[in-house]
């Protein structure tokens, strides 16, 4: 595909100008599918992907639906073997751990992270084994969005408490809480970034433009990415926020290898062991792409054209590592160049 098939559009007032980052997740769930369990190879993994240059370092949660290590805990060692690479949670999902407990342990964190550290946040992913691994910690599958919007709110009230007059104490629907001032205060004043990590419904774009610093989605449609992506600046606009106050980014798995079945095939039997359902029926939810490095490149191209500006990208493979050094060395550059142009004619 060539430059001229997309000629650039017309200034976005609402496009974000903040320079363009890619990020990977790291394999935890993958170690878990295949039966291990060792931090040893994430933190080469860690390593490996900071010297190749990607900018950020991503890990999930679950603890019954998609086991795996706890993020948190890998994160701060990933952070610790690391030294300029972010980290972020893609996503946690804060309605597992008690709200005093997260908001310590993400303060822990901080510490060994300082100012590298993201928090993309998720209500629950809507699957029958997702509202069993509530039940099992005795959470709130019902109302739970506005459950994390309340874990949010405490986990800033706490953050802050103490500070120049602010509330040491939290009353809420759900959670109420005193003491706050004796928490550990984050490394970074008012803590880390929280990113809401959801669709492109109007309530969860109003939520991402008025209550987070950014919008974590994995829409596999690029028109509909950009339609949102707008409405989230307006909205923030709106708000008194600015409309680049809401960094645009996107969850993507790809599959890379220049034989395109065998990357579906591969794609299709990593699918089935993380979800437990087919490729045909989670990529209408969520963005995927196989084949050639090049080909995925040109694919989130289309969603830095849309405006993301922080991809977070996942390979899809039970055995990820020997596809990170193509990626690296073909997709990296490639879309980091479109994301320059882009970038530079919204300046």
């Not at 903040?18 to 080469?44: F, H, M, S, V, W």
């Not at 946690?92 to 997260?102: E, F, M, S």
């Not at 106050?245 to 969850?251: D, G, H, K, N, S």
């Not at 039970?318 to 980091?336: F, N, T, W």
Request: charged residues 20%; negative net charge; aromatic residues 8%.
């Amino acid at each position: 595909m060539t430059p001229t098939q997309h000629p650039m559009p017309e200034r976005d007032l609402t496009m974000s100008t903040e320079p363009l980052r890619i990020g990977i997740l790291l394999p935890t769930r993958e170690q878990a599918i295949n039966g291990t369990y060792a931090a040893a190879p994430l933190l080469d993994f860690a390593r490996q992907a900071e010297a190749l240059g990607f900018d950020s370092l991503w890990a999930g949660d679950s603890l019954t639906a998609r086991p795996r290590l706890d993020p948190l805990v890998v994160l701060s060692a990933a952070a610790a073997a690391t030294e300029r690479i972010t980290v972020g949670t893609a996503a946690l999902t804060p309605a597992l751990r008690h709200p005093l407990i997260g908001a310590n342990m993400v303060s822990s964190l901080s510490h060994v992270a300082a100012d590298r550290l993201v928090l993309g946040l998720g209500s629950g992913f809507p699957m029958p084994e997702t509202e069993e691994e509530f039940a099992s910690v005795g959470a709130s599958f019902q109302g739970r969005v506005g459950r994390l919007d309340e874990i949010t709110a405490l986990w800033r009230t706490a953050w802050r408490s103490g500070e120049d007059g602010e509330p040491t104490e939290f009353q809420g629907r759900f959670w109420q809480a005193e003491h706050l001032d004796r928490l550990p205060s984050p490394a970074v004043v008012g803590g880390p970034p929280l990113w809401l990590a959801g669709s492109d419904t109007p309530k969860v774009l109003a939520r991402a433009a008025t209550r987070y610093d950014g919008w974590l989605p994995f829409l596999p449609d690029v028109e509909a990415y950009g339609r949102a992506r707008r409405r989230i600046a307006e909205l923030a606009e709106e708000a008194g926020r600015g409309a680049g106050a809401v960094t645009p980014a996107l969850y993507a798995t790809v599959t890379v290898n220049s034989d395109e079945t065998a990357a579906r095939a591969e794609l299709e039997h990593y699918i089935s062991h993380y979800y437990g359902r087919s490729l045909d029926q989670m990529r209408t939810i969520q963005a995927y792409a196989w084949g050639s490095a090049e080909k995925c490149a040109e694919w989130l191209g289309e969603y830095v054209r849309a405006g993301a500006r922080h991809l977070v990208v996942r390979i899809g493979s039970l055995d990820p590592e020997p596809q990170l050094k193509e990626i690296a060395e073909v997709l990296l550059p490639a879309v980091r160049a479109l994301g320059h142009t882009v970038g530079s004619t919204q300046s």
